[in-house]
Protein backbone atom coordinates (compact mmCIF):
# COMPACT_ATOMS: atom_id res chain seq x y z
CA UNK A 1 0.00 0.00 0.00
CA UNK A 2 1.63 3.41 -0.73
CA UNK A 3 2.11 5.92 1.35
CA UNK A 4 0.44 9.72 0.79
CA UNK A 5 3.29 12.48 0.97
CA UNK A 6 2.10 13.52 4.44
CA UNK A 7 2.15 10.14 5.88
CA UNK A 8 5.64 9.64 4.47
CA UNK A 9 6.64 13.02 6.31
CA UNK A 10 5.38 11.37 9.66
CA UNK A 11 7.22 7.95 9.32
CA UNK A 12 9.76 7.69 12.83
CA UNK A 13 12.92 8.08 10.68
CA UNK A 14 11.90 10.94 9.69
CA UNK A 15 10.88 12.11 12.75
CA UNK A 16 13.63 11.35 14.80
CA UNK A 17 16.02 12.74 11.91
CA UNK A 18 14.38 15.82 12.43
CA UNK A 19 14.62 15.94 15.80
CA UNK A 20 18.63 15.27 15.99
CA UNK A 21 18.73 17.97 12.94
CA UNK A 22 17.35 20.40 15.06
CA UNK A 23 19.24 19.42 18.03
CA UNK A 24 22.54 19.75 16.20
CA UNK A 25 21.92 22.74 14.44
CA UNK A 26 23.20 25.15 16.55
CA UNK A 27 26.04 23.75 16.72
CA UNK A 28 26.08 23.52 12.90
CA UNK A 29 25.10 27.33 12.44
CA UNK A 30 27.81 28.38 15.40
CA UNK A 31 30.05 27.28 13.41
CA UNK A 32 29.33 28.75 10.37
CA UNK A 33 29.30 32.08 12.56
CA UNK A 34 32.59 31.27 13.85
CA UNK A 35 34.27 30.53 10.15
CA UNK A 36 32.60 33.62 8.72
CA UNK A 37 33.59 35.66 10.94
CA UNK A 38 37.08 34.63 11.02
CA UNK A 39 37.07 34.31 7.31
CA UNK A 40 36.28 37.91 7.53
CA UNK A 41 38.59 38.75 10.10
CA UNK A 42 41.82 37.57 7.35
CA UNK A 43 40.42 38.85 4.69
CA UNK A 44 40.12 42.68 6.42
CA UNK A 45 43.70 41.76 7.91
CA UNK A 46 44.56 40.25 3.87
CA UNK A 47 43.12 43.14 2.60
CA UNK A 48 44.96 45.50 4.77
CA UNK A 49 48.68 44.06 3.71
CA UNK A 50 47.83 43.78 0.37
CA UNK A 51 46.69 47.33 0.73
CA UNK A 52 49.85 48.61 2.04
CA UNK A 53 52.54 46.55 -0.54
CA UNK A 54 50.78 48.23 -3.04
CA UNK A 55 51.48 51.76 -1.40
CA UNK A 56 54.74 50.42 -0.71
CA UNK A 57 55.02 49.41 -3.92
CA UNK A 58 53.94 52.76 -5.45
CA UNK A 59 56.40 54.14 -3.04
CA UNK A 60 59.27 54.48 -5.47
CA UNK A 61 57.40 56.08 -8.04
CA UNK A 62 56.27 58.89 -5.61
CA UNK A 63 59.86 59.51 -4.13
CA UNK A 64 60.76 60.10 -7.42
CA UNK A 65 58.06 62.14 -8.54
CA UNK A 66 58.70 64.45 -5.27
CA UNK A 67 62.58 63.98 -6.19
CA UNK A 68 61.39 65.86 -9.76
CA UNK A 69 59.93 68.40 -7.87
CA UNK A 70 62.67 69.46 -6.00
CA UNK A 71 64.97 68.90 -9.13
CA UNK A 72 62.91 71.15 -11.14
CA UNK A 73 62.59 73.77 -8.27
CA UNK A 74 66.03 73.99 -8.20
CA UNK A 75 67.25 74.21 -11.67
CA UNK A 76 64.35 76.47 -12.52
CA UNK A 77 66.15 79.82 -11.42
CA UNK A 78 68.93 78.93 -13.80
CA UNK A 79 66.97 77.21 -16.67
CA UNK A 80 67.21 80.70 -18.57
CA UNK A 81 70.27 82.37 -20.65
CA UNK A 82 73.57 81.19 -22.20
CA UNK A 83 74.25 77.68 -22.21
CA UNK A 84 70.14 76.72 -20.95
CA UNK A 85 70.03 73.73 -23.09
CA UNK A 86 73.27 72.20 -22.07
CA UNK A 87 72.78 72.03 -18.07
CA UNK A 88 69.48 70.80 -18.60
CA UNK A 89 71.47 68.13 -20.97
CA UNK A 90 73.66 66.98 -17.84
CA UNK A 91 70.90 67.00 -15.51
CA UNK A 92 69.35 64.73 -17.56
CA UNK A 93 71.76 62.32 -18.53
CA UNK A 94 72.74 62.10 -14.94
CA UNK A 95 69.90 61.24 -13.56
CA UNK A 96 68.05 57.63 -14.45
CA UNK A 97 64.54 58.20 -15.73
CA UNK A 98 64.53 61.19 -17.05
CA UNK A 99 64.12 61.43 -20.57
CA UNK A 100 63.94 65.24 -21.00
CA UNK A 101 64.16 69.03 -18.57
CA UNK A 102 61.92 71.86 -20.61
CA UNK A 103 62.02 75.36 -20.02
CA UNK A 104 58.42 77.23 -21.17
CA UNK A 105 58.05 80.76 -21.05
CA UNK A 106 54.21 82.61 -20.18
CA UNK A 107 53.20 81.92 -23.46
CA UNK A 108 54.13 78.06 -23.48
CA UNK A 109 56.62 78.63 -25.94
CA UNK A 110 59.70 76.34 -26.03
CA UNK A 111 62.82 78.65 -24.35
CA UNK A 112 64.88 75.46 -23.90
CA UNK A 113 65.47 72.14 -23.52
CA UNK A 114 67.72 68.95 -23.02
CA UNK A 115 66.23 67.41 -26.08
CA UNK A 116 63.50 67.76 -28.65
CA UNK A 117 60.83 69.16 -27.68
CA UNK A 118 57.48 68.93 -30.29
CA UNK A 119 56.21 72.30 -32.03
CA UNK A 120 52.66 73.02 -30.01
CA UNK A 121 50.77 76.15 -31.01
CA UNK A 122 48.03 74.95 -28.52
CA UNK A 123 50.50 74.50 -25.64
CA UNK A 124 48.82 77.91 -23.77
CA UNK A 125 45.46 76.54 -23.93
CA UNK A 126 46.74 72.77 -22.78
CA UNK A 127 44.66 71.60 -19.47
CA UNK A 128 48.19 71.27 -17.54
CA UNK A 129 49.94 74.49 -18.82
CA UNK A 130 46.22 76.47 -17.96
CA UNK A 131 46.33 74.96 -14.18
CA UNK A 132 50.10 76.72 -13.58
CA UNK A 133 49.09 79.73 -15.13
CA UNK A 134 45.76 79.82 -12.44
CA UNK A 135 47.91 79.12 -9.84
CA UNK A 136 48.86 75.90 -9.02
CA UNK A 137 52.08 75.04 -8.03
CA UNK A 138 52.80 71.73 -9.91
CA UNK A 139 50.80 69.68 -12.94
CA UNK A 140 51.42 66.06 -13.41
CA UNK A 141 49.72 64.69 -16.99
CA UNK A 142 49.99 61.81 -18.88
CA UNK A 143 48.22 63.52 -21.32
CA UNK A 144 50.30 66.80 -22.30
CA UNK A 145 48.77 67.22 -25.55
CA UNK A 146 51.71 65.80 -27.96
CA UNK A 147 54.24 63.16 -27.53
CA UNK A 148 57.28 64.50 -25.91
CA UNK A 149 58.80 60.78 -25.88
CA UNK A 150 59.13 58.00 -27.85
CA UNK A 151 57.97 55.88 -24.73
CA UNK A 152 55.16 55.96 -22.22
CA UNK A 153 56.13 58.89 -20.21
CA UNK A 154 54.31 61.30 -17.56
CA UNK A 155 55.00 65.14 -17.11
CA UNK A 156 55.56 67.08 -14.16
CA UNK A 157 55.71 70.74 -14.65
CA UNK A 158 55.84 73.08 -12.07
CA UNK A 159 55.11 76.58 -12.08
CA UNK A 160 57.70 79.50 -12.73
CA UNK A 161 57.46 83.06 -11.83
CA UNK A 162 59.65 85.99 -12.14
CA UNK A 163 60.84 88.84 -9.35
CA UNK A 164 57.83 90.18 -8.78
CA UNK A 165 55.93 86.85 -8.22
CA UNK A 166 54.18 86.68 -11.37
CA UNK A 167 53.55 83.96 -13.53
CA UNK A 168 56.35 83.59 -15.64
CA UNK A 169 55.95 80.01 -18.06
CA UNK A 170 56.99 76.43 -16.35
CA UNK A 171 59.68 73.76 -15.84
CA UNK A 172 59.28 70.19 -17.19
CA UNK A 173 60.49 67.32 -16.46
CA UNK A 174 59.46 64.18 -18.79
CA UNK A 175 59.72 60.72 -16.61
CA UNK A 176 59.90 57.40 -18.21
CA UNK A 177 57.33 55.56 -16.54
CA UNK A 178 58.90 51.74 -16.82
CA UNK A 179 61.21 54.00 -14.66
CA UNK A 180 58.52 54.41 -11.62
CA UNK A 181 57.36 50.80 -11.88
CA UNK A 182 58.81 49.13 -8.74
CA UNK A 183 60.91 46.43 -8.78
CA UNK A 184 59.63 42.77 -8.36
CA UNK A 185 62.91 42.27 -5.66
CA UNK A 186 62.01 44.52 -3.31
CA UNK A 187 61.40 42.95 0.38
CA UNK A 188 58.21 44.71 0.94
CA UNK A 189 56.31 43.10 -1.86
CA UNK A 190 54.89 39.56 -1.09
CA UNK A 191 56.54 36.18 -2.25
CA UNK A 192 56.03 35.98 -6.40
CA UNK A 193 54.74 39.06 -6.40
CA UNK A 194 53.86 40.67 -9.71
CA UNK A 195 53.77 44.77 -10.49
CA UNK A 196 52.22 46.54 -13.37
CA UNK A 197 51.56 50.35 -14.32
CA UNK A 198 48.04 51.47 -15.31
CA UNK A 199 46.67 54.30 -16.77
CA UNK A 200 43.17 55.74 -15.20
CA UNK A 201 41.71 54.53 -18.54
CA UNK A 202 42.34 50.78 -17.32
CA UNK A 203 45.38 50.29 -20.11
CA UNK A 204 48.60 48.69 -18.95
CA UNK A 205 50.96 51.18 -19.40
CA UNK A 206 53.89 48.08 -18.30
CA UNK A 207 54.23 45.07 -16.31
CA UNK A 208 56.61 42.78 -15.10
CA UNK A 209 54.13 40.32 -16.50
CA UNK A 210 51.69 40.79 -18.62
CA UNK A 211 49.92 37.36 -18.51
CA UNK A 212 49.43 38.17 -14.92
CA UNK A 213 47.38 40.74 -15.26
CA UNK A 214 43.54 40.40 -15.96
CA UNK A 215 41.31 42.99 -16.70
CA UNK A 216 40.13 45.56 -14.09
CA UNK A 217 37.35 45.69 -12.43
CA UNK A 218 34.76 48.03 -14.43
CA UNK A 219 34.38 50.38 -10.77
CA UNK A 220 38.09 50.56 -9.72
CA UNK A 221 38.95 53.63 -9.60
CA UNK A 222 36.34 55.03 -7.54
CA UNK A 223 36.93 52.49 -4.82
CA UNK A 224 40.59 53.69 -5.01
CA UNK A 225 40.07 57.34 -5.09
CA UNK A 226 37.54 56.12 -1.58
CA UNK A 227 39.71 53.71 0.22
CA UNK A 228 42.80 54.79 -1.03
CA UNK A 229 43.47 50.94 -2.50
CA UNK A 230 41.71 48.57 -3.65
CA UNK A 231 42.09 44.25 -2.97
CA UNK A 232 40.62 41.91 -5.52
CA UNK A 233 40.67 38.27 -6.25
CA UNK A 234 40.40 36.85 -10.08
CA UNK A 235 42.09 35.16 -12.95
CA UNK A 236 45.08 35.90 -14.57
CA UNK A 237 45.33 35.33 -18.86
CA UNK A 238 46.44 31.40 -17.65
CA UNK A 239 43.46 30.93 -15.73
CA UNK A 240 44.80 31.15 -12.40
CA UNK A 241 43.40 32.50 -9.27
CA UNK A 242 45.26 35.40 -8.04
CA UNK A 243 44.65 38.25 -5.62
CA UNK A 244 45.02 42.39 -6.73
CA UNK A 245 45.77 45.14 -5.41
CA UNK A 246 45.69 48.99 -7.43
CA UNK A 247 46.78 52.21 -5.81
CA UNK A 248 47.71 55.34 -7.12
CA UNK A 249 51.50 56.67 -8.18
CA UNK A 250 51.25 59.88 -9.94
CA UNK A 251 47.24 61.33 -8.87
CA UNK A 252 44.56 60.44 -10.88
CA UNK A 253 46.78 59.75 -13.97
CA UNK A 254 48.67 56.64 -13.20
CA UNK A 255 48.09 53.36 -10.75
CA UNK A 256 50.42 50.72 -9.94
CA UNK A 257 48.63 47.38 -10.06
CA UNK A 258 49.89 44.17 -7.75
CA UNK A 259 49.97 40.39 -8.85
CA UNK A 260 50.61 38.12 -6.05
CA UNK A 261 49.87 34.35 -5.86
CA UNK A 262 46.30 33.32 -4.09
CA UNK A 263 47.40 29.95 -2.53
CA UNK A 264 50.31 31.58 -0.68
CA UNK A 265 48.45 34.51 0.82
CA UNK A 266 44.95 32.55 1.38
CA UNK A 267 45.93 29.17 2.53
CA UNK A 268 44.54 29.74 6.50
CA UNK A 269 41.44 31.81 5.10
CA UNK A 270 40.71 28.33 2.92
CA UNK A 271 41.48 26.34 6.19
CA UNK A 272 39.50 28.52 8.22
CA UNK A 273 36.10 27.47 6.03
CA UNK A 274 37.22 23.69 6.01
CA UNK A 275 37.57 23.75 9.57
CA UNK A 276 34.69 25.60 10.69
CA UNK A 277 31.89 24.57 8.41
CA UNK A 278 33.14 21.56 6.85
CA UNK A 279 34.02 19.88 9.59
CA UNK A 280 30.77 20.59 11.55
CA UNK A 281 28.74 19.74 8.39
CA UNK A 282 30.40 16.77 8.00
CA UNK A 283 30.03 15.84 11.72
CA UNK A 284 25.98 16.83 10.93
CA UNK A 285 25.41 14.57 8.05
CA UNK A 286 27.49 11.46 9.88
CA UNK A 287 25.21 12.07 12.85
CA UNK A 288 22.16 12.16 10.36
CA UNK A 289 23.15 8.80 8.72
CA UNK A 290 23.91 7.13 12.43
CA UNK A 291 20.30 8.16 13.08
CA UNK A 292 18.98 6.87 9.82
CA UNK A 293 21.12 3.31 10.19
CA UNK A 294 20.07 2.78 13.94
CA UNK A 295 16.40 3.71 13.38
CA UNK A 296 16.31 1.24 10.34
CA UNK A 297 17.73 -1.25 12.22
CA UNK A 298 16.22 -1.04 15.94
CA UNK A 299 12.74 0.66 14.65
CA UNK A 300 11.83 0.40 11.50
CA UNK A 301 13.04 -2.87 10.46
CA UNK A 302 10.88 -4.25 13.17
CA UNK A 303 7.95 -2.52 12.63
CA UNK A 304 7.96 -3.37 8.66
CA UNK A 305 8.25 -7.36 9.79
CA UNK A 306 4.96 -6.65 11.87
CA UNK A 307 3.44 -5.45 9.03
CA UNK A 308 4.21 -7.79 6.94
CA UNK A 309 2.77 -10.65 9.67
CA UNK A 310 -0.47 -8.47 10.40
CA UNK A 311 -0.83 -8.17 6.15
CA UNK A 312 -0.74 -11.91 6.69
CA UNK A 313 -3.45 -12.65 9.37
CA UNK A 314 -5.70 -9.82 6.96
CA UNK A 315 -5.53 -12.51 4.53
CA UNK A 316 -6.45 -15.01 6.74
CA UNK A 317 -3.43 -16.72 7.52
CA UNK A 318 -3.50 -16.60 11.23
CA UNK A 319 -1.25 -19.45 11.91
CA UNK A 320 1.72 -17.64 11.36
CA UNK A 321 3.48 -16.10 14.66
CA UNK A 322 5.98 -13.48 14.93
CA UNK A 323 8.95 -15.98 15.52
CA UNK A 324 11.75 -13.35 15.53
CA UNK A 325 10.27 -11.46 18.47
CA UNK A 326 12.96 -12.17 21.06
CA UNK A 327 15.10 -10.16 18.94
CA UNK A 328 13.27 -7.38 19.23
CA UNK A 329 14.14 -4.35 21.49
CA UNK A 330 11.59 -4.70 24.85
CA UNK A 331 8.68 -2.39 23.61
CA UNK A 332 8.22 -3.80 19.93
CA UNK A 333 8.40 -7.54 21.51
CA UNK A 334 5.52 -6.56 23.48
CA UNK A 335 3.47 -4.68 19.98
CA UNK A 336 4.68 -8.10 18.67
CA UNK A 337 2.95 -10.95 21.91
CA UNK A 338 -0.10 -8.57 21.53
CA UNK A 339 -0.44 -9.12 17.69
CA UNK A 340 -0.17 -12.78 18.33
CA UNK A 341 -2.69 -12.62 21.62
CA UNK A 342 -5.00 -10.50 18.60
CA UNK A 343 -4.47 -13.63 15.85
CA UNK A 344 -5.41 -15.90 18.68
CA UNK A 345 -8.75 -13.92 19.77
CA UNK A 346 -9.80 -13.91 16.35
CA UNK A 347 -9.19 -17.75 15.47
CA UNK A 348 -11.12 -18.64 18.54
CA UNK A 349 -14.10 -16.02 17.78
CA UNK A 350 -13.58 -17.34 13.99
CA UNK A 351 -14.03 -20.38 15.10
CA UNK A 352 -17.19 -19.74 16.99
CA UNK A 353 -18.45 -17.73 13.82
CA UNK A 354 -18.14 -21.01 11.90
CA UNK A 355 -19.84 -22.59 14.17
CA UNK A 356 -23.33 -20.31 14.31
CA UNK A 357 -22.98 -19.50 10.25
CA UNK A 358 -23.09 -23.62 9.44
CA UNK A 359 -25.68 -24.17 11.85
CA UNK A 360 -27.46 -21.43 10.27
CA UNK A 361 -26.96 -22.41 7.22
CA UNK A 362 -28.17 -25.93 8.45
CA UNK A 363 -31.16 -24.37 9.42
CA UNK A 364 -31.56 -22.07 6.26
CA UNK A 365 -31.42 -25.33 4.08
CA UNK A 366 -33.93 -27.28 5.85
CA UNK A 367 -36.20 -24.13 5.97
CA UNK A 368 -35.86 -24.11 1.59
CA UNK A 369 -36.50 -27.85 1.55
CA UNK A 370 -39.24 -27.68 3.83
CA UNK A 371 -40.88 -25.40 1.76
CA UNK A 372 -40.25 -27.14 -1.20
CA UNK A 373 -42.12 -29.97 0.22
CA UNK A 374 -45.01 -28.12 1.02
CA UNK A 375 -45.11 -26.45 -1.99
CA UNK A 376 -44.73 -30.44 -4.42
CA UNK A 377 -47.47 -31.12 -1.73
CA UNK A 378 -49.64 -28.59 -2.59
CA UNK A 379 -49.01 -29.36 -6.26
CA UNK A 380 -49.78 -33.20 -5.85
CA UNK A 381 -53.16 -31.76 -4.09
CA UNK A 382 -53.43 -29.24 -7.27
CA UNK A 383 -53.03 -32.47 -9.74
CA UNK A 384 -55.74 -35.06 -7.87
CA UNK A 385 -58.06 -31.98 -8.20
CA UNK A 386 -57.58 -31.66 -11.97
CA UNK A 387 -58.22 -35.06 -12.43
CA UNK A 388 -61.82 -34.87 -10.70
CA UNK A 389 -61.98 -31.99 -13.06
CA UNK A 390 -64.31 -33.09 -15.94
CA UNK A 391 -64.56 -29.19 -17.55
CA UNK A 392 -61.57 -28.37 -20.15
CA UNK A 393 -61.45 -24.84 -19.10
CA UNK A 394 -61.05 -25.50 -15.31
CA UNK A 395 -58.20 -28.86 -15.77
CA UNK A 396 -55.99 -26.33 -17.94
CA UNK A 397 -56.35 -23.08 -15.65
CA UNK A 398 -55.73 -25.84 -12.36
CA UNK A 399 -52.74 -26.99 -14.92
CA UNK A 400 -51.48 -23.62 -14.86
CA UNK A 401 -51.32 -22.76 -11.36
CA UNK A 402 -49.75 -26.36 -10.62
CA UNK A 403 -46.91 -25.11 -13.01
CA UNK A 404 -46.47 -22.44 -11.67
CA UNK A 405 -46.12 -23.91 -7.53
CA UNK A 406 -43.59 -26.43 -9.86
CA UNK A 407 -41.18 -23.62 -10.35
CA UNK A 408 -41.36 -21.56 -7.21
CA UNK A 409 -40.51 -25.52 -5.76
CA UNK A 410 -37.52 -25.75 -8.04
CA UNK A 411 -35.87 -22.28 -7.02
CA UNK A 412 -36.24 -23.52 -3.02
CA UNK A 413 -34.44 -26.92 -4.48
CA UNK A 414 -32.08 -25.47 -6.40
CA UNK A 415 -30.88 -22.71 -3.02
CA UNK A 416 -30.96 -25.79 -0.92
CA UNK A 417 -29.15 -27.99 -2.66
CA UNK A 418 -26.88 -25.12 -4.18
CA UNK A 419 -23.29 -23.95 -2.41
CA UNK A 420 -24.60 -20.72 -1.64
CA UNK A 421 -28.15 -20.10 -0.02
CA UNK A 422 -28.19 -16.23 -1.62
CA UNK A 423 -27.38 -17.30 -5.32
CA UNK A 424 -28.46 -19.78 -8.23
CA UNK A 425 -26.85 -21.03 -10.82
CA UNK A 426 -29.02 -19.88 -13.95
CA UNK A 427 -28.35 -22.44 -16.87
CA UNK A 428 -28.77 -25.60 -14.76
CA UNK A 429 -31.96 -24.18 -13.11
CA UNK A 430 -33.71 -23.62 -16.71
CA UNK A 431 -32.52 -26.89 -18.07
CA UNK A 432 -34.86 -28.53 -15.66
CA UNK A 433 -37.22 -26.07 -15.42
CA UNK A 434 -38.12 -26.42 -19.33
CA UNK A 435 -37.17 -30.13 -18.94
CA UNK A 436 -40.48 -30.45 -16.06
CA UNK A 437 -42.62 -28.23 -18.19
CA UNK A 438 -42.03 -29.73 -21.19
CA UNK A 439 -42.47 -33.71 -19.82
CA UNK A 440 -45.15 -32.50 -17.54
CA UNK A 441 -48.11 -32.90 -20.82
CA UNK A 442 -47.94 -35.70 -23.10
CA UNK A 443 -49.56 -33.55 -26.06
CA UNK A 444 -51.35 -36.72 -27.00
CA UNK A 445 -47.90 -38.69 -27.89
CA UNK A 446 -45.99 -36.27 -30.07
CA UNK A 447 -42.61 -35.01 -29.04
CA UNK A 448 -41.49 -31.55 -28.10
CA UNK A 449 -37.78 -31.18 -28.64
CA UNK A 450 -36.00 -28.58 -26.80
CA UNK A 451 -33.22 -26.64 -27.55
CA UNK A 452 -31.36 -24.29 -25.22
CA UNK A 453 -28.37 -21.55 -25.31
CA UNK A 454 -27.72 -20.03 -21.86
CA UNK A 455 -24.93 -17.76 -21.11
CA UNK A 456 -23.61 -18.09 -17.69
CA UNK A 457 -25.08 -16.43 -14.96
CA UNK A 458 -25.41 -16.62 -11.46
CA UNK A 459 -28.93 -14.85 -10.07
CA UNK A 460 -30.01 -14.19 -6.48
CA UNK A 461 -33.78 -15.74 -5.90
CA UNK A 462 -35.70 -12.56 -5.90
CA UNK A 463 -35.08 -12.03 -9.51
CA UNK A 464 -34.67 -15.50 -10.35
CA UNK A 465 -38.59 -16.09 -9.57
CA UNK A 466 -40.07 -13.30 -11.95
CA UNK A 467 -38.10 -14.47 -14.52
CA UNK A 468 -38.72 -18.35 -13.65
CA UNK A 469 -42.22 -17.65 -14.01
CA UNK A 470 -42.38 -15.87 -17.23
CA UNK A 471 -40.19 -18.82 -18.65
CA UNK A 472 -43.16 -20.91 -17.22
CA UNK A 473 -45.99 -18.74 -18.72
CA UNK A 474 -44.08 -18.48 -22.37
CA UNK A 475 -43.65 -21.94 -22.51
CA UNK A 476 -47.20 -23.02 -21.19
CA UNK A 477 -48.27 -20.89 -24.27
CA UNK A 478 -46.40 -22.71 -26.53
CA UNK A 479 -47.85 -25.98 -25.31
CA UNK A 480 -51.41 -24.60 -25.93
CA UNK A 481 -51.28 -22.64 -28.98
CA UNK A 482 -48.14 -24.24 -30.86
CA UNK A 483 -47.42 -28.11 -30.11
CA UNK A 484 -51.48 -28.83 -29.41
CA UNK A 485 -51.98 -31.72 -31.65
CA UNK A 486 -48.87 -31.55 -33.36
CA UNK A 487 -45.62 -31.39 -31.44
CA UNK A 488 -42.49 -29.35 -32.47
CA UNK A 489 -39.42 -27.65 -31.34
CA UNK A 490 -39.09 -25.26 -28.32
CA UNK A 491 -36.00 -22.90 -28.35
CA UNK A 492 -34.94 -21.28 -25.30
CA UNK A 493 -32.24 -18.32 -25.60
CA UNK A 494 -30.90 -16.46 -22.58
CA UNK A 495 -28.19 -13.61 -23.45
CA UNK A 496 -26.16 -11.24 -21.25
CA UNK A 497 -25.23 -7.83 -23.45
CA UNK A 498 -23.26 -5.97 -21.38
CA UNK A 499 -26.13 -4.09 -19.34
CA UNK A 500 -28.84 -5.60 -20.72
CA UNK A 501 -30.05 -9.23 -20.51
CA UNK A 502 -32.56 -11.21 -22.84
CA UNK A 503 -34.31 -13.92 -22.43
CA UNK A 504 -36.44 -15.46 -25.89
CA UNK A 505 -38.51 -18.58 -25.61
CA UNK A 506 -39.86 -19.47 -29.69
CA UNK A 507 -41.75 -22.04 -31.15
CA UNK A 508 -42.49 -22.84 -34.58
CA UNK A 509 -45.90 -23.68 -34.48
CA UNK A 510 -49.09 -22.41 -36.30
CA UNK A 511 -50.49 -20.73 -34.03
CA UNK A 512 -52.88 -17.84 -34.87
CA UNK A 513 -52.94 -13.84 -34.29
CA UNK A 514 -55.34 -14.37 -31.34
CA UNK A 515 -52.03 -16.08 -29.73
CA UNK A 516 -50.53 -12.70 -30.29
CA UNK A 517 -53.11 -10.01 -29.32
CA UNK A 518 -55.16 -12.42 -26.36
CA UNK A 519 -54.93 -10.66 -23.21
CA UNK A 520 -55.57 -13.55 -20.69
CA UNK A 521 -54.06 -14.36 -17.09
CA UNK A 522 -50.90 -15.34 -18.78
CA UNK A 523 -50.53 -11.85 -20.63
CA UNK A 524 -50.95 -10.21 -17.87
CA UNK A 525 -48.71 -12.14 -15.44
CA UNK A 526 -45.64 -12.17 -17.82
CA UNK A 527 -46.26 -7.97 -18.11
CA UNK A 528 -46.54 -8.36 -14.58
CA UNK A 529 -42.88 -10.32 -14.17
CA UNK A 530 -41.05 -7.73 -16.70
CA UNK A 531 -42.44 -5.14 -14.60
CA UNK A 532 -41.17 -6.74 -11.46
CA UNK A 533 -37.59 -7.13 -13.25
CA UNK A 534 -37.27 -3.13 -14.31
CA UNK A 535 -37.55 -5.02 -17.68
CA UNK A 536 -40.05 -5.15 -20.76
CA UNK A 537 -41.87 -8.37 -22.66
CA UNK A 538 -43.55 -9.00 -26.11
CA UNK A 539 -44.81 -11.07 -28.02
CA UNK A 540 -43.81 -11.21 -31.78
CA UNK A 541 -43.73 -13.40 -34.70
CA UNK A 542 -40.63 -15.13 -35.68
CA UNK A 543 -39.18 -16.66 -39.15
CA UNK A 544 -40.64 -20.33 -38.64
CA UNK A 545 -44.39 -19.02 -38.28
CA UNK A 546 -44.14 -19.79 -34.79
CA UNK A 547 -44.58 -17.44 -31.70
CA UNK A 548 -41.27 -15.87 -29.94
CA UNK A 549 -42.21 -14.47 -26.31
CA UNK A 550 -39.50 -11.95 -25.04
CA UNK A 551 -37.88 -10.53 -21.57
CA UNK A 552 -35.43 -7.77 -21.43
CA UNK A 553 -34.05 -6.35 -18.58
CA UNK A 554 -31.25 -5.46 -16.52
CA UNK A 555 -28.44 -7.74 -15.94
CA UNK A 556 -28.32 -8.70 -12.35
CA UNK A 557 -25.46 -7.47 -10.69
CA UNK A 558 -24.19 -10.80 -9.67
CA UNK A 559 -21.18 -12.89 -9.91
CA UNK A 560 -20.84 -14.97 -13.32
CA UNK A 561 -19.87 -18.29 -13.54
CA UNK A 562 -16.87 -19.67 -15.73
CA UNK A 563 -18.16 -19.80 -19.63
CA UNK A 564 -19.08 -23.90 -19.87
CA UNK A 565 -20.89 -25.84 -22.70
CA UNK A 566 -23.87 -24.23 -24.04
CA UNK A 567 -26.73 -27.35 -23.42
CA UNK A 568 -29.20 -28.31 -25.79
CA UNK A 569 -31.95 -30.98 -24.80
Known amino acids: MAR?????????????????????????????????????REGRELRQTLGF???????????RMEGANVLLETLAPGAIGFQCAQRLAQVATRVPGYLNLIRFDRQGRLVCAAGDVPADAQRASRPWFSQLAGGRDIAITRDPGL????????????????????????????????????RVNDPGLPKGAEVGLVEKTGSYITSTDTNAFPRLPADWRAKVEAAGSLVWYGKDALGRRRVYSAAPVVGDEV???????????????????LTGVVFPLLTFLLALAAVTVVTDRVVVRWIAYLQRIASLYARG????????????????????????????????????LRDSLAQKDALMREIHHRVKNNLQVISSLLNMQQRALSDPAARSAMSDTRQRITALA????????????????LRPFLEELTAQLVSGE??????????????????????LAPLALFAVEAITNAQKHAFA??????????????????????????????ALTASGVGRTLMTAFARQLRGRAQLTRNAKGGITAQLIFPTPAAEAVQPGNQAAA
Open 147 to 182: AYADEPAVMTAIRAVDDTGAFDGAFAAVISLPSLQP
Open 53 to 63: AAERSAATAQA
Open 317 to 352: RLSVRPVQAEQMPPEIRELAETLEDMADAIVGRDAS
Open 4 to 40: SPRASLSTIRVRLTAALAAALLPVLILGGLQSAIAFQ
Open 255 to 273: YVVLSAQSPGLLSWARLNP
Open 485 to 514: GRGGVLSLNFTVRGEEAELEISDDGKAGDD
Open 410 to 425: LIYRALYQGPDLKRVD
Open 442 to 463: LHQGLAVRTELKVDPLVIDPDR
